[in-house]
């Protein structure tokens, strides 16, 4: 029997092998259909000879390491096992073709389609060496192109073959690897094999994209082998004059000979492609340099999670000599220090981040948060050093802070914990360990050797040293959050006499406050009325922002904890919560240089290419929704108060007509003519709400009219496109004074009882209901960083499938609802759903680059087009600058005296 009618008896209970897909120099792939789960795969069988050489119990054990691999960007493995003697394993069949087949086809790459390519399979690569999996065989051939996104494929088979077969391997004249992408270590045999050989073949995979060819091809695969060993590639500027400088210099550097000389890891090559050139600007424009390696590993300027992306971040650097307090304003010199295109991996909106950057006390560094391919870190730049360089120990870090002396460095992750770290270099220590609900409200540090962090609902005290200390009486002062209100911003008092900390309500779309809490007194009274975030000066002032963009300041008294004189501005246009401060007197802030942060609506297609949807309209936008027919759109506008629009493919604008100061989160009905969206009102100015889900025509006749009674605030409404259901949220209390969101459902007619959706997550948000209703989707968890996109059916939940393999936000439905997307890692996310009783979805791919644009915590911040192949999105503005200025004491004492 041939192996094809061998498999296909052994496997006829489970598979239905149809044919013979191609071969290679290890297997040969067949087209199958899965009788279980009613798809089709691909069946890759490893030659007999092969099987036979390395044995099935030890080549199967060494493949379930693998199979473990959940990630965007790699074919993930389905199935394994032995048929007759024959080693299978089975992939999802994808559609599309092989880099190798477009290479054949194109010979050379544009530009931008190969630096994509790159950095998804290097997110990959990054992805599975942290689970010490290395890949030794990337080649085009092993890298799939599926709907313009890649997929790598066979990860991890050729380690199983080395390790299953062992010294067997020579019997079967096979060679692992490629000569024209196997590094020099590979190359001579060497027996340990690392991270840096997968770098070294993707650098030669890029090359190739650019120039056409491998960097070193010879007639025989030891003409090869010895030019890899001893040649250095040609130049790709020689070769293609418009690859750009600092994308030659990632390339070289990913295929230099001594693994000690390439990346560390396939993020910092990640990183390097993606950024642009570094640009001084020191009184006047200079010729772009490439950037230093150094440069390549901190990519990210401080603060960059949220000012935008893709964008260009000018430093002002401000010094004067000498210390303590001067009436003269120090001067200021414009300096570029580098340029960056990184996404995002957070989902919150900017006024929730928290303190995304920290000045040591004496302000000889400063540490923020940076965003990479492998995930979060923190950076430290020195005071004198050109470049960041991360902090061992802190991956996974966001909100950093410093100890009053200095010496530690705290930070929170988006798993809950609390950790520190030294200063000067150590291991980071775990002070709350997955116990904190809220990680973007940020931590002080108080001179008492006390840290106060937020817990969603209260706020709560821990020694630095993890030793349990007296509660804190903050529910007792009205600002319990009762799923409604988020602590945004904390700042210490000196002496531990107490800290300043700011109440955002519902998003911050309706007020914010700072209030004091008083140590002395064991209690928290209001201070600043409509301020968003504040820190205590030691000139005698408190220091707060505005939502409208603006630096205030007033004088405080600390011994009686009040405000003793008017408020004058300092800066115009800091972001709210965009500012440090260290005792020393030096200042880190972002100034908003466009008018009021204004973004504009644009349709970005599947392979990510933009066009406006109207270039005179740029305002504060959030939450678009689409008509169904596709010729309007429902979306936020936030200015003094946040008002629902309408814009129409004609190109009128009108306001849906509304009381209330907060009117967004639209969605629209089936039939297009009316809308139901959320109304948010301020109650009693402080801390109670009524966000209550309302109904509206399209066309602004007949006024607003509510959809739900009672006390209940929901602040989510999702119509079904048929008229007879709705899904709402509710922000409710939990365990542990952590924040939940549940999901309901009402009928709109007949028996209208509203009913709780039993999701069974801790936390279930972003609710959107399929095209026919059958089905709901929304995204799971409690904490941002956790999250998974769940689709369940609907009413019934009966039916309950995860979705995302490592993440996901955002959920929103095609127009026919054969795909579902949401938003992961800086990307747009695709998943097929075939028709059928059974919810079957097919793996994630990646469609595009989300960075750029506007993404949410709860409401997904984009939609759809009725055919599917455009996404409404917010484009963010992007004219911000960072400012960072030493003795800015002065300066703030000179606006004290006008």
């Not at 013979?20 to 120099?25: M, P």
């Not at 080693?87 to 994808?94: A, E, K, N, R, S």
């Not at 900390?501 to 998003?507: E, I, K």
Request: charged content about 20%; aromatic content about 8%.
């Amino acid at each position: 029997m041939t192996p094809f009618d061998r498999l296909t008896t052994a496997l006829a209970d489970r598979y239905r092998v149809t044919r013979e897909l191609g071969a290679g120099g290890m297997a040969t792939v067949y087209l199958a259909h899965d009788l279980k789960h009613e798809r089709d795969v691909a069946i890759k069988v490893l030659h007999p000879d092969l099987g036979a050489a390395l044995g099935g119990e030890r080549f199967l054990t060494e493949i379930r390491t693998t199979a473990r691999l959940q990630h965007p960007h790699i074919l993930p493995l389905l199935d394994s096992g032995a048929a007759d003697g024959l080693l299978y394993y089975v992939m999802p069949l994808v559609t599309g073709e092989t880099l190798r087949a477009r290479l054949e086809r194109e010979r050379q790459l544009p530009i931008a389609d190969a630096v994509r390519i790159a950095r998804e399979v290097a997110s990959a690569l990054d992805y599975a060496h942290r689970q010490n999996v290395i890949h030794r065989d990337i080649k085009p051939e092993n890298i799939l192109l599926h709907d313009g996104s890649a997929l790598v494929a066979d990860f991890g088979i050729a380690l199983a073959v080395q390790s299953a077969g062992g010294q067997r391997m020579t019997q079967t004249g096979l060679s692992l690897g490629t000569p024209q992408y196997m590094s020099p270590e590979q190359a001579m045999g060497e027996r340990t094999i690392d991270a840096r050989s997968d770098i070294y073949a993707l650098g030669a995979v890029t090359y190739e994209m650019l120039a056409g060819d491998a960097p070193f091809m010879g007639s025989s695969v030891q003409a090869i082998v010895a030019k890899v060993l001893s040649e250095k590639p040609t130049s790709l500027h020689t070769l293609r004059d418009t690859v750009p400088e600092h994308i030659e210099v990632a390339v070289l550097t990913a295929l230099a000979k001594l693994p000690a000389d390439r990346f560390a890891s396939a993020a910092e090559f990640a990183a390097a492609l993606g950024a642009s050139t570094s640009t001084i600007t020191v009184s006047g424009a200079r010729r772009a340099a490439p950037p230093s390696r150094a440069a390549r590993v901190a990519r990210i300027a401080p603060w960059a999670l949220a000012v935008g992306f893709a964008a260009a971040l000018a430093v002002v650097y401000a010094r004067q000599s000498g210390t303590g307090v001067s009436n003269n304003a120090p001067s200021r010199q414009q300096v570029t220090l580098w340029q960056y295109q990184m996404p995002s991996p957070l989902d919150a909106g900017a006024t929730r981040l928290g303190n995304e950057a920290a000045i040591a006390p004496d302000g000889s560094a400063i540490v923020f948060t940076d965003s990479t391919p492998a995930g979060r870190i923190l950076m430290r730049k020195a005071r004198d050093a050109t470049d960041a360089s991360p902090i061992p120990g802190t991956e996974g870090g966001i909100a950093p802070f410093y100890s009053p002396d200095g010496k530690w460095i705290a930070f929170l992750t988006l798993k809950g914990q609390l950790r520190k770290v030294p200063a000067a270099g150590g291991g980071a220590v775990t002070i709350v360990e997955s116990n904190i609900a809220s990680a973007f409200g940020g931590s002080a540090w108080l001179d008492d050797g006390s840290i106060v962090y937020n817990m969603g609902r209260d706020l709560k005290r821990i020694s630095a040293d993890g030793a349990t200390m007296p509660s804190l009486n903050i529910a007792a002062s009205g600002t319990s959050a009762g799923g409604q209100n988020d602590v945004v911003s904390i700042d210490a008092l000196p002496g531990a006499r107490g800290f300043l900390f700011t109440v955002c309500r519902s998003a911050c779309a309706v007020g914010s406050d700072t209030w004091v809490y008083d140590m002395k007194g064991d209690s928290a009274r209001p201070l600043l009325p409509r301020a968003l975030g504040a820190w205590y000066s030691p000139t005698g002032h408190v220091l707060y922002t505005s939502r409208d963009n603006g630096l205030y300041a007033v004088p405080f008294d600390v011994a009686t904890l009040t405000v003793t004189g008017g408020a004058f501005a300092v800066i115009d246009g800091v972001l709210p919560t965009k500012f440090a401060l260290s005792p020393s007197g030096a200042a880190l802030y972002t100034i908003d240089r466009t008018t009021a942060s204004a973004s504009g609506l644009v349709w970005v297609s599947r392979d990510g290419r933009a066009e406006p949807v109207d270039s005179s309209w740029r305002a504060r936008f959030d939450y678009p929704a689409v008509s169904p027919d596709g010729r309007a759109i429902a979306v936020s506008v936030r200015d003094k108060t946040t008002d629902l629009w309408m814009w129409r493919s004609n190109g009128t604008r009108t306001k849906v007509q509304s009381s209330a100061p907060t009117n967004w989160r639209p969605s629209w009905s089936g039939d297009g003519q009316s809308l139901a969206f959320v109304t948010v009102r301020d109650v009693n100015a402080t801390d109670s709400l009524a966000a209550t889900p309302a109904m509206a025509r399209a066309d602004g006749t007949g006024g607003t009219t509510p959809l739900v009674g009672g006390r209940v605030n929901y602040f989510e409404v999702e119509l079904s496109r048929d008229g007879q259901w709705m899904v709402l949220r509710s922000d409710e209390a939990g365990t542990s004074a952590a924040r939940l969101s549940r999901l309901y459902a009402r009928r709109r007619t007949g028996d209208t009882t509203l009913r709780l959706v039993p999701t069974g997550d801790v936390s279930a948000l972003q609710p959107a209901l399929s095209p026919d209703g059958r089905w709901l989707a929304y995204g799971s968890g409690a904490v941002v960083g956790s999250r998974e996109i769940v689709v369940q059916s609907f009413p019934d939940a009966q039916q309950r499938v995860v979705v995302s393999v490592a993440g996901g936000s955002e959920p929103r439905w095609s127009g026919n609802g054969r795909e579902l997307f949401y938003t992961l890692g800086g990307q747009m996310m695709a998943v097929s759903v075939p028709p059928g009783p059974v919810f079957t979805p097919g793996p994630p791919r990646a469609l595009f680059s989300v960075a750029g644009y506007v993404s949410a915590r709860n409401r997904a911040q984009y939609d759809v087009s009725p055919d599917g192949q455009r996404f409404l999105m917010i484009r963010r503005g992007s004219a911000s600058q960072v400012v960072y200025v030493e003795n800015w004491f002065a300066e703030l004492l000179a606006k004290a005296k006008q």
